[in-house]
């Protein structure tokens, strides 16, 4: 059980600390890692998506991956996040930033209920 955790864990901080940079750089509109580190958005995304990512989307990824063969399903869940986070975050941040947390949430859930069909 502690091993599914901690693998959950993992999934859960690597998808939104990457999402989280995507983000910034979506935001600041420079995909240059230097600009990036120097207007602080490196430090802020990993801190703030850490932050959501083991209080919020680790208790629910534990939850959604609770047979071992849905695991498959998190990388196509996070190219669609990636694909929605750039397109919609240049014209809303707002819309960019809640609406990928609120398809994440869709998202595991998906999982889940595939899971077990």
């Known amino acids: 059980m502690i091993k599914h955790i901690i693998r959950c864990a993992g999934i859960s901080l690597a998808a939104a600390a990457s999402l989280?940079?995507?983000?910034?750089?979506?935001?600041?509109?420079?995909?240059?890692?230097?600009?990036?580190?120097?207007?602080?958005?490196?430090?802020?995304?990993?801190?703030l998506s850490s932050a959501i990512a083991l209080v919020f989307v680790t208790p629910l990824t534990v939850w959604a991956l609770k047979p071992a063969h849905s695991a498959k399903w998190i990388f196509p869940l996070?190219?669609?996040?990636?694909?929605?986070?750039?397109?919609?975050?240049?014209?809303?941040?707002?819309?960019?930033?809640?609406?990928?947390?609120?398809?994440?949430?869709?998202?595991?859930?998906?999982?889940?209920?595939?899971?077990?069909?």
């Open 78 to 117: 996070w190219f669609v996040l990636a694909i929605y986070c750039v397109l919609v975050t240049p014209r809303s941040a707002f819309f960019g930033l809640y609406g990928t947390l609120f398809l994440a949430v869709i998202g595991l859930i998906s999982i889940r209920v595939l899971a077990h069909r």
């Open 20 to 47: 989280g940079l995507l983000y910034g750089a979506c935001i600041i509109r420079s995909a240059s890692i230097k600009t990036l580190w120097q207007a602080g958005v490196v430090q802020i995304s990993f801190i």
